[in-house]
């Protein structure tokens, strides 16, 4: 526009130009302005009252339009003080909805913003009217016409029901009772005041008037509404009205819907500038503590470079300080994490609001399409729980969205979509070939050692050995074991050592089982599991059983090929010799006491990184000053580097966060790119990395 010489003006000035003329009825102020000015236009649209309006939004309803000229010389336009082009407007008739300080960068001072409205209501040819709430609307306009509980044009909630309120009118109103297609105290006064300045332009009203207001987008809209589950989405981004919104909320999640419990409030709060979110620091803090439970975007700049005091990191701290036992979630920069996490903490029978004035909109929409896709998964989860529970006999446990965390030595992540524990092997059988006939994904759980839980679960039948049918521990004739998959290696030493056979103490430390020391070739103090076994027994996905001996497995480091998808159901183990109990007792000791003065005592899923040929993952890690390192409840152990130990409520996100780190520090420093050892479980680490 500049390069053709084109005149540039911001909407306020063309506004101002394009009303010169006309008898200009202005909805100003603070809170409300956009629904105010619709619920005007809808009762003059009701009266068949021909003035032309100008909406600073759109109705939810596409039939209106939010503009349109008039056949007479009224025009209805929503004005804004956020940019000073508010001191072009000379009205016929001035509402001023109420009164807030806001825009700190155009008004410095709460008094400068109520000079630039005591000139507006000086420049106004007849009424003003003000809301008589609003203390600082006294004080700048004392002869103003008053709307509200007790004004001039007074007006109380007669009852509500079904989405809508009736209103019973007084003072100087001509009618005595209105229907409003709203709820809510914020709305009545809205709906006043948008009655009274149809009155005082000359409109003949009926009670009905706004009995069929369509609404406007972005203000309490309702974008699902259900016992599990409501939704809505607003526009409010300063401290006053999310205060006034969630207090309306709060009322409406104390009434349960049938079959569920009172609701949670759930907020998800995008701040909108960096100026009025450094300006409201607190305020903003205090209306949010209304909410049960918030979840914060990073701030929504709208062209501001960031400030100091004014991030949302910012507001978080302010949360914590005044909140502390608020549940408020923040994850800087991660907008889809942030949705991902909202989703998982969902409980039946939330009410969940969207706010701000930013994009926000488009990200509750995205949230619920993630939510929808959610309930269409879990329903097809349901039928394969529902197929597979048939199949199997009453001793297996079967269960759907089995938390995983507590299974696993780390302490982290989600729930399986299907959990089971096969009584035996006929079930296991049936169970696979079930999966394999519905396309469902199989994974095998041992005791959790050595695997990270994604923070969303696990998308598979997770099968776990942990019936004592698959314990088993047999002596053999010729001195060799039979042992099933889901003996706990510790309790495997623990038999060998009674019976006198050694050649397994090195085992005793890894926490986990048969079945994953086969599938990993578990190792420590300088022995390997392959070591010691002559043959495995497995079953196929198809349900099948088969026995491979040593000579025809291939294995190297954590890693045996042909226990790839399959499952090991035993295997027959060689001792090394026979040995006396006290002697193979000491071993054992030695090799606790060494593990407890090298490794880390909290919980951890084992070293995480692969040693890379000739060289050793923790010395490197070390080496790279990366002991301690932190990202949440996840640290950098400073017994071994190379172990990540839970602090304490770490998340999945948080570990994968700090395995990143590692990685990419790593190999900065020293030139090395490390490998994950701990596995993924579920998923693949280059998907994530």
């Not at 596409?62 to 940019?83: H, K, L, Y």
């Not at 026979?578 to 060494?594: M, N, S, T, V």
């Amino acid at each position: 526009a500049r390069t053709r010489g084109l005149l540039l003006v911001r909407r306020g000035e063309l506004l101002a130009e394009a009303t010169r003329g006309k008898k200009l009825a202005a909805i100003c102020g603070s809170h409300g302005k956009t629904t105010t000015t619709a619920l005007l236009i809808t009762a003059l649209r009701a009266a068949d009252f021909p003035a032309g309006w100008i909406l600073g939004g759109l109705f939810t309803d596409d039939t209106v339009s939010p503009a349109q000229a008039g056949s007479n010389d009224w025009v209805v336009a929503e004005i804004d003080e956020s940019d000073g082009t508010i001191d072009r407007f000379a009205p016929e008739l001035t509402v001023a909805v109420n009164l807030d300080w806001d825009h700190p960068d155009q008004y410095h001072r709460p008094a400068d913003l109520a000079a630039t409205f005591a000139a507006l209501f000086g420049r106004t040819h007849g009424a003003v009217l003000v809301s008589d709430a609003c203390a600082l609307s006294a004080r700048v306009a004392p002869r103003a016409a008053t709307f509200g509980r007790s004004g001039n044009f007074s007006a109380g909630i007669r009852h509500e029901v079904g989405g809508r309120m009736t209103l019973q009118l007084g003072g100087s109103f001509s009618l005595r009772g209105a229907t409003v297609a709203l709820q809510g105290d914020f709305n009545a006064a809205n709906a006043t005041a948008a009655l009274a300045a149809a009155q005082l332009m000359g409109a003949h009203l009926t009670e009905r008037a706004l009995a069929d207001f369509a609404g406007v987008r972005r203000r309490q809209s309702v974008l699902r509404a259900g016992g599990a589950l409501t939704v809505i989405e607003d526009y409010a981004h300063h401290p006053a009205e999310i205060r006034a919104l969630l207090g309306s909320l709060r009322q409406r999640a104390s009434v349960p819907a049938a079959g569920f419990p009172p609701a949670r409030l759930v907020v998800v709060f995008q701040p909108h500038r960096f100026t009025r979110t450094a300006q409201f620091r607190a305020e903003f803090a205090a209306a949010l503590a209304l909410g049960d439970a918030i979840f914060l975007l990073d701030v929504y700049g709208a062209g501001e470079v960031a400030l100091a005091g004014g991030t949302t990191a910012d507001l978080y701290a302010e949360l914590q300080r005044a909140a502390p036992a608020l549940a408020v979630t923040y994850l800087p920069g991660d907008a889809d994490g942030l949705l991902r996490a909202l989703a998982k903490a969902r409980k039946p029978g939330d009410l969940v609001a969207f706010v701000g004035a930013g994009d926000i909109d488009q990200m509750a929409r995205r949230w619920l399409d993630r939510v929808a896709a959610e309930e269409k998964t879990s329903a097809e989860w349901d039928a394969h729980a529902a197929a597979f529970g048939a199949l199997v006999s009453a001793g297996t446990i079967l269960r759907r969205e089995e938390p995983l965390a507590r299974k696993t030595t780390l302490g982290v992540g989600g729930a399986a979509r299907i959990y089971t524990e096969p009584a035996g092997e006929e079930d296991l059988a049936v169970l696979l070939r079930g999966a394999q006939t519905r396309r469902v994904p199989v994974a095998v759980l041992g005791r959790g050692s050595n695997l990270i839980v994604p923070d969303e679960g696990v998308d598979a039948l997770v099968v776990s050995l942990r019936q004592p049918a698959w314990e088993q521990f047999e002596l053999r004739p010729d001195g060799r074991v039979w042992v099933g998959a889901g003996l706990r290696l510790k309790q495997l030493c623990g038999l060998a050592t009674k019976a006198g056979l050694a050649g397994f103490e090195f085992l005793e430390g890894i926490p986990g089982n048969v079945g994953g020391a086969l599938r990993m070739n578990a190792g420590a103090m300088g022995g390997w599991m392959f070591n010691v076994v002559e043959a495995v027994r497995l079953m196929r996905p198809d349900g099948t059983v088969g026995v491979l001996r040593r000579d025809e497995l291939q294995v190297d480091y954590r890693h045996c090929a042909e226990l790839q998808g399959v499952i090991a159901l035993g295997a027959l183990l060689r001792p090394a010799a026979p040995g006396g109990a006290a002697d193979i007792a000491r071993q054992l000791e030695a090799f606790r006491d060494q593990r407890q003065k090298t490794q880390p005592r909290e919980p951890s899923a084992g070293c995480v990184f692969r040693n890379p040929p000739g060289d050793f993952a923790g010395r490197l890690i070390e080496a790279s000053q990366l002991k301690g390192e932190r990202v949440g409840g996840a640290m950098v152990s400073p017994t071994h580097a190379n172990f990540i130990v839970n602090q304490g409520g770490a998340t999945a996100a948080e570990v994968i966060a700090l395995v990143r780190r590692i990685r990419a520090r790593v190999e900065q420093a020293q030139g090395v790119r490390l490998e994950p050892e701990v596995l993924l479980y579920g998923k693949k680490w280059e998907d994530v990395l």
